[in-house]
């Protein structure tokens, strides 16, 4: 069973940065989309961000355009989400996830086959 662990999360405060880290374990995830993914109390998880396998393409939510930014390294095995700018409205739980084929580029959290168990951010006022 694949594993992705997010770590990087926290309390901050409005206009701090983050920078959320992906690990994959049990296998690789170099061939494979990847995403990010936040879910706040009583909302419903929405799409963040998303890498394409080599890392040349990205597509981000209009909320968080100029404000973060996804990357990957492959040899590492790691997404990175670097937040910054942080408001309230950022602050919800953390996850990333991977589709199961490269050729899935999506925005769809249903497409994607595996997850994390997210990581925590907070924004205070």
């Known amino acids: 069973q694949a594993h992705l662990v997010e770590s990087g999360g926290g309390l901050v405060q409005t206009g701090d940065s983050l920078r959320l880290s992906c690990a994959a374990s049990?296998?690789?995830?170099?061939?494979?989309?990847m995403g990010w993914f936040r879910q706040a109390p009583g909302n419903e998880r929405e799409f963040v961000a998303v890498i394409s396998w080599s890392g040349d393409a990205t597509v981000y939510a209009d909320s968080v355009k100029g404000r973060f930014a996804i990357s990957r390294d492959n040899a590492k095995n790691t997404v990175y989400l670097q937040m910054n700018s942080l408001k309230p409205e950022d602050t919800a739980v953390y996850y990333c996830?991977?589709?199961?084929?490269?050729?899935?580029?999506?925005?769809?959290?249903?497409?994607?086959?595996?997850w994390g168990q997210g990581t925590q951010v907070t924004v205070s006022s």
């Open positions: 049990e296998r690789t995830f170099s061939n494979n989309v």
């Open positions: 996830a991977a589709v199961r084929s490269p050729n899935t580029f999506t925005i769809t959290p249903a497409e994607y086959d595996y």
